[in-house]
């Protein structure tokens, strides 16, 4: 904290696109050398108010005041010029060229003076330096070849080569994976000494408590919470504000119906599907009537299974089966013939025809099924009058010209409703609520509950874990384009889910060391999430039978159900036998240099084997727990 | 997210807005305020026989328009239409000399059509730019053109053939009455049956119209078949008028074309668009040219006339509809 001044204040922003009053009255004040929390349901309008920050978006009323100036940005070129800068979620670099010249990309659109790519270098590493961060990025390496975290990073290097004073993180973790969360943090924590202000928009709420110094909370469009110092709220508090009413019903279900639906049929199974360059190997079953998320990182894999089997693109290998029929479809036309309905991911992009009207696009499943040389919309008359009044849509805006100009809860719906004149087996949304307000998503949650329970069976995916796990009966986890968790919902949390989530790649350190604890000693290395009574495996290694401890990756078990109850209970840093005498384990907490609790490592022996010290194991876990 | 409702006052507004909302009907009013200066301009313009002619002259470029707006409203385009009407011309010219008539015409609208398919095959499976493809066809079709008629043109056409024209039925002649049950049928096709809301489907949102199950691949290659043989039954229609088959027919009528879809509100993008519009803007094009001839402008200035006159047109268009807001 460097000065009392605010560094930005904005007051009265107002904005409205076509139709839609994305912000009505918005303010907000930064000071230097804090992180701010901007925080609010899907459509609340933070990213729009981060948007007018950075001069993506020219706000139709209000003013900003930035070091005392009134500020009038006209674009993000008047934004950089003044020292703002937006790290956003999809990034915006350019795939085919170097990190170098993409963290210097800005310098690009300025007027004269040719290159020096030594000096580039130069400064690259100098920036890299001061984030600590110089050995983890090559400089002359092409974007296009990096992962997600160090995008961001290239994001975020490319924000300080400007000089930004004022750095807008929009959703900066959806695709990162804890360890990835907490190196972003460090760079923060940094930036924040050195004086910089930092903006946080985020939905993840244990996130926010650990990062941020104030927060503003936004409903609506409106502020409905300004600069509150966050270490005073709880989190009961600020989902509150967020919701503006107590959020205990939205989730809400039909107690113990999973395992009703367990044993009805399956709807739709997945076995071995395969579509590079992302999917690698997903196998999964829904039933008739059950929920099942696909829960996972941004870039896990999630939409391009979906969109593979729903034959949006190529598979090289597996199976689908519909109802016990073999389908693969090759184009979504055959998936459709098969009884599958997809909500894609990016209404505007992937669901919406701009130019047919609301009624035509309610229409377009069907004109897609329709095998005649007509329209067929007359027979539809009658399910199309009992869908709206069920979907709580005025019959009359039907006619209107252009959907566009209808809320995003709206434009689901009628997609949705697209899909369910079709009565089909199995439907399939992808992130059904990005962009809905929270009271419209409610009633989507509940739209989809009452799908189900006319026996269709819905695949959910969703980023928003708590979404996930609210809404799901079942959860399939995936990772690197690899389904590595069958689990349901109930016994997940939010943190469990994002452990689980994490790319094997990012946790390939940990794999290893696995690998060679139980090479070292011929037992059996794993990694795993306890509670009370019952565990979730995220990695297992070694497989010799007499050190097998009962459970393999992605399983979860009452400790009860596997082979070393004992052990599992007591949690002891050195090797506990079981009762029967045939194996022992020690067990050992994870934790990152931040004090995050990243789960157990344990190592199995069998009965008979020579015991090694376990000061020597303590001594390597703890070496790695303190690199990650 | 709110929603802001309608009041009572901006719906009665409503009406007005929708109609003048509408390109086609701003565009019929240019039309018609063309159609004043002109008959100001000439006094011949207005005569009965002068409007027959510019019906007449509409036929061609008519025909030939509803294929480009089957194109155009997939986001596609076709360039290759005049060059195919020049080759498909000399199919025919040759072909009447052996074969009967309607043999002779079958073979040139096939002919077309095909050249069609392969641009559509083309452009949709190996998902090649239209522009370029198309581009390609045309200098290809007025190549064998050249090549088929040994660069001159075939005259000895059966006279008889110009009754497909000059027949009246019903009292007009029998190409105007061809033309208007082809847009009748064209305008039916487009707006009643599956395969018409897919094209408009497809050409708004391809990824979506895929997405929703719709025959995205065969609804936008048909677009190029309809096109390619259209301009085939264009060309039997001046060949009829001529008597002659010319490799060059046919040349620039792309232009034409593309400029009468325009003109008549469709959107390059493709999904906007109708073929009320594109009639609307093919009498536009023909009033022009035809008014320009009465007052005796110079045929080298008329492509600048006519030029200045379509970039206004949309100039004023773009202006106007902005105002309006959509």
Redesign the interface.
């Known amino acids: 904290m460097t000065s009392r001044d605010p560094l930005l204040t904005a007051t009265g922003i107002a904005k409205t696109f076509d139709r839609t009053r994305a912000l009505a009255g918005a303010q907000f004040d930064l000071m230097p050398g804090e992180v701010h929390g901007l925080l609010g349901a899907n459509g609340a309008g933070k990213s729009t108010l981060s948007k007018v920050i950075a001069g993506h978006v020219i706000p139709d009323e209000g003013q900003l005041v930035y070091r005392g100036q009134p500020l009038r940005l006209r674009s993000t070129r008047d934004a950089l010029d003044n020292g703002i800068a937006i790290v956003m979620q999809e990034t915006s670099l350019v795939p085919d060229l170097s990190v170098a010249e993409n963290i210097f990309l800005p310098e690009l659109g300025r007027k004269g003076r040719g290159i020096s790519y030594a000096g580039l270098h130069r400064r690259g590493r100098e920036l890299l330096a001061a984030l600590g961060q110089e050995y983890v990025l090559p400089l002359d390496i092409k974007v296009r070849h990096l992962s997600a975290a160090q995008r961001q990073l290239v994001e975020i290097a490319k924000a300080l080569g400007v000089g930004a004073e004022l750095i807008i993180f929009d959703e900066p973790t959806a695709s990162l994976s804890p360890i990835e969360v907490d190196r972003l943090f460090d760079i923060m924590t940094r930036l924040r000494a050195g004086g910089t202000g930092l903006i946080f928009v985020s939905h993840r709420l244990e996130e926010v408590f650990e990062i941020t110094d104030r927060v503003t909370i936004m409903r609506e469009g409106r502020t409905v919470l300004a600069s509150h110092p966050t270490a005073s709220l709880t989190q009961a508090e600020l989902i509150r504000h967020m919701v503006g009413r107590d959020l205990g019903g939205i989730y809400d279900r039909a107690p113990a119906s999973a395992g009703l639906k367990a044993s009805a049929p399956v709807a739709l199974q997945v076995t071995g599907l395969k579509s590079p360059p992302v999917v690698r190997d997903v196998s999964f079953a829904v039933h008739e009537g059950e929920i099942l998320g696909l829960g996972g990182l941004v870039g896990a894999g999630r939409s391009e299974t979906v969109e593979a089997i729903f034959g949006l693109r190529h598979r090289s290998a597996g199976t689908i089966t519909v109802g016990g029929k073999v389908v693969n479809p090759k184009k979504p036309a055959q998936a459709v013939r098969a009884g599958i309905g997809f909500v894609a991911e990016d209404r505007r992009s992937q669901n919406i025809v701009p130019d047919l009207s609301v009624k035509e696009n309610l229409l377009l499943a069907h004109l897609g099924a329709h095998r005649g040389f007509g329209l067929g919309y007359r027979s539809r008359e009658k399910e199309i009058d009992r869908l709206l009044a069920s979907l709580g849509l005025p019959a009359d805006r039907l006619l209107d010209a252009n959907m566009l100009n209808f809320s995003g809860g709206m434009q689901q719906k009628i997609i949705i409703a697209r899909w369910l004149l079709l009565n089909p087996k199995v439907l399939i949304l992808d992130e059904p609520t990005k962009g809905v307000d929270i009271g419209t998503r409610q009633s989507i949650y509940q739209l989809l509950r009452d799908v189900a329970a006319k026996g269709v069976a819905v695949v959910v995916v969703s980023s928003d874990f708590e979404e996930l796990i609210g809404l799901s009966d079942r959860i399939v986890v995936i990772s690197d384009g690899a389904s590595i968790a069958d689990l349901p919902a109930s016994l997940l949390d939010e943190e469990k889910l994002t452990l689980l989530a994490a790319p094997r790649t990012s946790m390939a350190r940990n794999t290893e060391m696995l690998k060679n604890l139980s090479l070292e000693t011929g037992g059996a290395g794993f990694w795993a999430l306890l509670d009370q009574d019952r565990m979730i495996c995220l990695n297992m290694v070694g497989a010799a039978d007499t050190a097998d401890p009962g459970f393999v990756t992605g399983d979860a078990k009452a400790f009860a159900e596997t082979r070393i109850p004992t052990a599992l209970k007591g949690r002891e840093p050195v090797f506990v036998p079981e009762v029967d005498g045939q194996r022992s384990t020690m067990l050992l907490p994870l934790r990152t240099s931040r004090g995050h609790d990243m789960g157990w490592v344990g190592l199995t022996l069998p009965g008979g084997a020579r015991v090694p010290p376990p000061e020597t194991i303590r001594g390597r876990v703890e070496a790695l727990a303190a690199s990650l | 997210?709110?929603?802001?409702t309608p009041t009572a006052g901006q719906r009665s507004a409503g009406t007005f807005r929708r109609l003048t909302g509408r390109l086609e009907i701003r565009m019929l009013v240019l039309a018609i305020v063309l159609a004043c200066v002109l008959s100001l301009l000439s006094p011949y313009f207005l005569t009965r026989s002068n409007l027959f002619n510019i019906l007449d002259q509409s036929v061609v470029i008519g025909i030939v328009a509803v294929g480009m707006t089957f194109v155009i409203l997939t986001g596609g385009i076709d360039l290759s239409v005049g060059s195919v009407a020049g080759l498909t011309g000399i199919i025919l010219g040759l072909a009447v000399q052996n074969y009967p008539l309607p043999v002779a015409i079958l073979l040139a609208v096939t002919s077309g059509a095909g050249i069609g398919l392969i641009s559509g095959l083309l452009i949709a499976y190996f998902s090649l730019a239209p522009f370029v493809v198309t581009l390609g066809m045309m200098a290809i079709g007025r190549s064998l053109a050249y090549i088929l008629s040994g660069q001159t043109a075939i005259s000895n056409i059966p006279s008889g053939m110009s009754d497909l024209v000059y027949t009246d039925i019903l009292g007009l002649p029998a190409n105007v009455l061809f033309l208007c049950v082809l847009y009748l049928a064209a305008w039916g096709y487009l707006t009643?049956?599956?395969?018409g809301?897919?094209i408009?489907?497809v050409?708004?949102?391809k990824?979506?119209?895929?997405?929703?199950?719709?025959?995205v691949?065969f609804y936008s290659v048909l677009p190029y078949v309809v096109s390619g043989a259209l301009a085939a039954v264009a060309v039997t229609i001046s060949i009829a008028q001529l008597l002659s088959a010319d490799p060059l027919m046919g040349n620039a009528m792309e232009l034409d074309a593309i400029a009468a879809v325009v003109i008549g509100g469709a959107s390059l993008f493709g999904?906007?668009g109708s073929i009320i519009g594109t009639l609307i803007g093919v009498l536009i094009m023909v009033m022009i040219r035809n008014g320009l001839n009465l007052i005796g402008v110079s045929p080298f200035w008329q492509g600048s006339a006519i030029g200045s006159i379509i970039i206004a047109a949309l100039l004023i268009e773009s202006i106007v509809s902005r105002r309006i807001g959509?």
């Open positions: 997210m709110t929603l802001t009643y049956t599956k395969g809301r897919t408009y489907a050409g708004s949102n990824e979506a119209a895929r997405a929703a199950g719709l025959a691949f999904g906007r959509r």
